[in-house]
Structures are given as structure tokens and as C-alpha cells.
């Protein structure tokens, strides 16, 4: 089993900065691509950026210029790093990891418990 647990959600005002981290965990042979997620109330989760193994990143349109995606292969863990803050970019934020259990495994999207940003007006 692969395990991924969220820090860093806070309550900020508008203009803010936070640092989200995922540290996946268990029983883990190789992690494809990371990413982060978010959940408004009433809408759908969105992709909000990933990031591959090697490094390459993608990023949802309404983020581009405010937040980066790093990860740290040795640790197992994605960051995102979200500055200039506005009120839509409030949500639960979920990290998800595409992991391999052993050589041969078929790569399986996990999710984390989710971690809860605020951004005010």
C-alpha cells in the first residue's frame, strides 16, 4: 500500500504565499508522475500543475506565473510553491502520485487525505 499525506493548507489573505508538501510512503518501487489537485465547493477537482520523474512540469492556465512544482525523487515528496493568491484559488488541494508497488506493477494513481487552502478577499 502507498500512503500520501498533504501539509502546508492555511487560511491567507489575498496577494499571500503558501508551500504545500506530499510525502508519499509504504510500500513503494518507483513514482511516475506527481501532481496536485484542487477541489472548490460545488466544482469539479481540477489539475492544478504535475510534474514527471525527469523533472517536466505542466500547469493548469489559471496558475501559470504564480505557482511551481518541485519534488524531491530521493524523499518521495512534491512541493508547490503558490504565490500571489487570489480568492478562486481556495479549495481542498489533493496530491496524487502515479507509484509502482514492485518492477512489474502497473503504475496506480493514489490520492492524499486532501489539505484545505483559504485565500480572503
Known amino acids: 500500500q502507498v500512503q500520501l499525506v498533504e501539509s502546508g493548507g492555511d487560511s491567507v489573505p489575498a496577494g499571500g504565499s503558501l508551500r504545500l508538501s506530499c510525502t508519499a510512503s509504504?510500500?513503494?518501487?518507483?513514482?511516475?508522475?506527481m501532481g496536485w489537485y484542487r477541489q472548490a465547493p460545488g466544482k469539479q477537482r481540477e489539475l492544478v500543475a504535475a510534474i514527471t520523474s525527469g523533472g517536466s512540469t505542466n500547469y493548469a492556465d489559471s496558475v501559470k506565473g504564480r505557482f511551481t512544482i518541485s519534488r524531491d525523487n530521493a524523499k518521495n515528496t512534491v512541493y508547490l510553491e503558490m504565490n500571489s493568491l487570489k480568492p478562486e484559488d481556495t479549495g481542498v488541494y489533493y496530491c496524487n502520485a502515479d507509484a509502482l508497488q514492485s518492477e512489474y506493477a502497473v503504475p496506480y494513481g493514489y490520492w492524499g487525505q486532501g489539505t484545505q487552502v483559504t485565500v480572503s478577499s
Open positions: 509504504g510500500s513503494i518501487y518507483s513514482i511516475h508522475a
